[in-house]
């Protein structure tokens, strides 16, 4: 079990906006380390999409967004399409634990 | 264009050593301000961080693989690897290289290889 807590699921219809959190603790998000998130397609390696809270990799469309605040951070999806439908990671450093941990994923499903 | 690409046995008999290697084509590994990470996935579950190393050789491992990683860089053949010791059904998973970078920012890995998948049985 991750210290990064994700929903296992959200949906939404194509041209939706959906939100994905990521809750930390103390250790983690709150202590004011990153967040970055991935997109991982069936079958094929994570792909950046935000790193650092906030900030998106160039090639990533601006319909990525990603904010933090206190012990979590949120990845929003704006005008959701098809080609969204996938897995989505954070991640995170664990003071804690001395490690960067993920968390356990969130499926996205386009209606 | 810079590729990484895992190598090694698909296959890995318990209590043996896993060993894996990563080749970086298309660039020098000692280029740039990079780090050089292990990443591994079981099926259908999610990313564990194994660990990353730099040109220079340090090394950082997850705390609870600490006792049976090795990592290690050899700049003249442009390639790093992983041997993970005394292995057990639990560690069958894909794995991965990837590249990072580090700077003003610490950023999380860019650049991956396909993956690998590794699996532990007798």
């Known amino acids: 079990q991750s210290v990064l807590t994700q929903p296992p699921s959200v949906s939404g219809a194509p041209g939706q906006r959906v939100t994905i959190s990521c809750t930390g603790g103390?250790?983690?998000?709150?202590?004011?380390?990153?967040v970055h998130w991935y997109q991982q397609l069936p079958g094929t390696a994570p792909n950046l999409l935000i790193y650092?809270?906030?900030n998106r990799p160039s090639g990533v469309p601006d319909r990525f967004s990603g904010s933090k605040s206190g012990t979590s951070a949120s990845l929003a999806i704006t005008g959701l399409q098809a080609e969204d439908e996938a897995d989505y990671y954070c991640?995170?450093?664990?003071?804690?634990?001395?490690?960067?941990?993920f968390g356990a994923g969130t499926k996205v499903t386009v209606l | 264009q810079v590729q990484l690409q895992e190598s090694g046995p698909g296959l890995v008999k318990p209590s043996q050593t896993l060993s894996l290697t990563c080749t970086v084509s298309?660039?020098?590994?000692?280029?740039?301000?990079?780090?050089w990470s292990w990443i591994r996935q079981p099926a259908e579950k999610g990313l564990e961080w194994i660990g990353r190393?730099?040109?220079?050789?340090?090394?950082n491992y997850n705390p609870s693989l600490k006792s049976r990683v090795t990592m290690s860089v050899d700049t003249s053949k442009n390639r790093f690897s992983l041997k993970l010791s005394s292995v057990t059904a639990a560690d069958t998973a894909v794995y991965y290289c990837?590249?990072?970078?580090?700077?003003?920012?610490?950023?999380?890995?860019?650049?991956w290889g396909l993956g690998t998948l590794v699996t532990v049985s007798s």
């Open positions: 103390s250790s983690n998000i709150g202590a004011g380390y990153g």
């Open positions: 298309g660039d020098s590994i000692s280029s740039g301000s990079y780090y």
């Open positions: 991640l995170s450093y664990d003071s804690s634990l001395s490690v960067y941990v």
């Open positions: 990837a590249r990072g970078t580090v700077g003003d920012i610490w950023i999380p890995p860019t650049l």
């Open positions: 650092a809270n906030s």
């Open positions: 190393i730099y040109t220079s050789g340090s090394t």
